[in-house]
């Protein structure tokens, strides 16, 4: 269980988390929403430890890793794996090498027993026979897919997605909202996925939480979303440019 | 320009707090990559690309630069030599300028340019589009994977490429003295031969032990603090080279001053 109090975090003059509470349970799927550039990111970053809070507190199964060291927080890191926007696949290996990083790096598994895993995680996300292409040589699905394989290489406990159908034709972004069901079930991992994309968010989301001016601000199941009545939530969940969200 | 000119107080006042925040991000980046040593070592794969890459390939480059650089050291020491001294000295100014001074300087300036530049923009641009940050998130410390092996190819492969680039300089200067200067190979190789000192060799490869180490350094620091895009790798690419060549040539006077004594 992942459980985050009072999280503060400013760059420079920008205030970008301003308190935020939330919990999130063991094997459920929650999914953050808010406006771009309100913070999704910044605080999935802190979930996994890349960034460090000005203030607050983030325990992840009964472990405060915000006072973490730099060593604790990579065996830590082990339990999560995390599918970035721009999928942040290295440009200078190929798939199987960016696949097979975290095992080749943190295991004794032999060359053939990592070819193994990687080969079984790439046919998962509906990928095979492309181990031996560049990043440069794959579309922006394919390189969304080998990222996802990428993250569940190590078959993590939990799953970060940072806007994870962005950029991505609606066909293609389908496919990838069944593949984190897909990982869901066959994982049984906890998956926390940040998006502004509402047809995304409805399908995979057992929780919905909106990040709004740092805090969040509503958090419910899906259905409970599209019956709120919160003025803020309601104009986000519905596209509207009219409302108390002002569009800067 | 209008910061100096409107208030020149705050402007020395704000590049000064860059320098000192800059003085103390290369102190912990540096002390982060010592703590790495000995577990990145294990990584040899790593080590021995960045050895190709820094090393190897970049042995053409000071081939063709040591080799015109010991050819104009020795037309402007004999031009320096014409009234004053005799030209049987010519071949023992022109080796030791070079092993002292030109050799170690030059090939790290060179190294600078090729390889810094190209350092800094790859890990820049690896940091603006999160792969840094995807290294970090699969447990892996990028000061580990990418800094030391680099820093540790710097460390062994600028000096390798000093010996060469000494070596090709005094061939050119002894090429250019016996084909158009009218002293025979056999008078600059003996005048070579009576006034060379260990130290003159020792000095010069001992400078490029620090010049490799602070080209890849400060690299790979700028490249891991590149924020915004292309123009941030623009910028740390720029910041990376003349921030190394400037360092080389203050490394050197230090360096010198302990070899050789400033009295």
């Known amino acids: 269980m992942i459980r985050i109090s009072d999280l503060h975090k400013k760059f420079r003059d920008n205030e970008v988390l301003r308190g935020v509470d939330l919990s999130i349970q063991k094997g459920e799927t929650i999914v953050i929403i808010g406006r771009s550039g309100c913070g999704k990111s910044v605080l999935l970053k802190h979930i996994i430890g890349i960034l460090k809070p000005d203030t607050g507190r983030i325990v992840v199964d009964g472990e405060e890793i915000t006072r973490f060291e730099a060593e604790e927080m990579y065996e830590i890191r082990k339990k999560f794996g995390m599918l970035f926007q721009g999928s942040a696949l290295f440009d200078s290996l190929t798939v199987e090498e960016n696949v097979g990083l975290g095992l080749r790096e943190h295991t004794n598994l032999s060359k053939p027993e990592i070819q193994e895993i990687v080969q079984e995680k790439l046919s998962w996300v509906g990928l095979s026979g492309i181990e031996n292409l560049k990043p440069a040589q794959l579309s922006g699905g394919m390189k969304k897919r080998v990222g996802l394989a990428r993250a569940i290489a190590m078959e993590p406990e939990c799953i970060l997605y940072d806007e994870p159908t962005t950029g991505l034709d609606p066909i293609m972004a389908d496919v990838i909202n069944h593949l984190i069901i897909d990982m869901r079930n066959k994982l049984k991992v906890t998956s926390i996925a940040v998006t502004h994309d509402m047809v995304a968010a409805y399908k995979i989301a057992d929780r919905i939480a909106m990040l709004y001016e740092g805090k969040i601000i509503f958090t419910g199941t899906p259905e409970e979303t599209k019956n709120t009545t919160n003025p803020i939530v309601r104009q986000f969940i519905e596209g509207r440019g009219e409302g108390p969200i002002k569009a800067v | 320009m209008n910061l100096v000119r409107e208030n020149p107080l705050v402007f020395i006042g704000k590049k000064s707090l860059t320098l000192v925040r800059d003085v103390g991000g290369v102190s912990l980046f540096i002390k982060d990559i010592i703590k790495t040593f000995p577990r990145g070592i294990s990584r040899t794969h790593l080590v021995t690309e960045q050895m190709l890459y820094i090393g190897v390939n970049s042995i053409p480059l000071v081939i063709l630069t040591s080799l015109f650089t010991g050819a ?120 070579f031969k009576l006034f060379f000192k260990m130290t003159d060799l020792t000095a010069g490869l001992l400078k490029s032990f620090v010049f490799g180490t602070i080209i890849t350094t400060i690299s790979c620091y700028q490249g891991f603090r590149t924020e915004g895009g292309a123009e941030g790798v623009g910028k740390a690419t720029t910041r990376a080279v003349v921030v190394s060549i400037v360092l080389i040539l203050v490394a050197d006077y230090f360096v010198a001053s302990v070899v050789f004594g400033t009295g």
């Open chain 2, 72 to 191: 104009v050291t020795s037309v402007q020491a004999a031009y320096q030599f014409s009234d004053l001294l005799s030209m049987r000295y010519l071949g023992s100014a022109v080796a030791k300028a070079i092993l002292i001074e030109l050799g170690p300087v030059l090939t790290a300036v060179v190294i600078a340019g090729r390889v810094g530049a190209g350092m800094a923009a790859e890990l820049g641009t690896m940091k603006v589009t999160e792969q840094i940050d995807a290294l970090e998130s699969l447990a892996i410390s990028p000061i580990r994977y990418l800094a030391f092996p680099r820093v540790l190819a710097g460390f062994i492969m600028v000096p390798l490429l000093t010996i060469i680039a000494n070596f090709i300089a005094i061939v050119g200067g002894l090429f250019v003295a016996s084909s158009f200067l009218n002293v025979s190979s056999h008078t600059f190789l003996t005048s």
